[in-house]
């Protein structure tokens, strides 16, 4: 019984490196869309954490956030730029957790491309307020938890191992290294 346990823990565990972290990367932050943003706070002890939205994950696995130049946000990345993400994107599946490195920038094409009209609720002055600016979090390592063939087959996976009374996994985790 061990070693049937053993060989679907080894099965349920693949860790990624290179091209394959980047589309889980892109897989999972797409589907949350939104994560906590954790900085280092040099006046705190504890890290200012709050919760931004995705507005792109691009090729190299980089993404990309829109926030004010004035935030406690944007002085904790100025002053240390190291960076942590949460993501969540169902209540049993899509959890993505990664450390790297944020910079911040006014890079007026960025801002443009990611700019919406919800976002004037933020930026009053609209697409050119002078508070916008654009961070780009680079990840170099993280890990994910996820299910193997979606979440309605993890639901019926999970029923069925009710009824019979035995685990039925369809997880999957991993480190993350790009």
């Not at 960076?83 to 049993?92: E, I, N, P, R």
């Not at 007026?108 to 697409?127: Q, V």
């Not at 916008?132 to 938890?145: D, E, M, Q, R």
Request: net charge negative.
């Amino acid at each position: 019984m061990d070693s049937i346990n053993q060989n679907q823990e080894e099965e349920n565990r693949k860790n990624l490196a290179g091209s394959p972290a980047i589309d889980k990367v892109k897989e999972l932050a797409e589907t949350s869309k939104t994560c906590f943003f954790s900085t280092q706070s040099q006046s705190s002890p504890s890290q200012g954490t709050r919760p931004m939205s995705v507005q792109e994950v691009d090729e190299a696995g980089n993404i990309w956030f829109l926030m004010s130049n004035d935030s406690h946000t944007y002085q904790e990345i100025q002053a240390d730029p190291a960076v942590k993400l949460y993501f969540q994107g169902s209540a049993h599946s899509d959890f993505l957790y990664l450390e790297g490195a944020a910079k911040a920038s006014t890079d007026r094409n960025k801002i443009e491309k990611y700019w919406s009209p919800l976002l004037k609720t933020w930026f009053t002055e609209g697409e050119n307020d002078p508070r916008i600016a654009v961070v780009s979090f680079t990840p170099s390592s993280g890990y994910y938890w996820d299910n193997k063939n979606g979440n309605a087959i993890a639901a019926i996976k999970m029923a069925a191992g009710a009824v019979l009374g035995k685990t039925i996994d369809d997880s999957i985790e991993g480190k993350i290294n790009i």
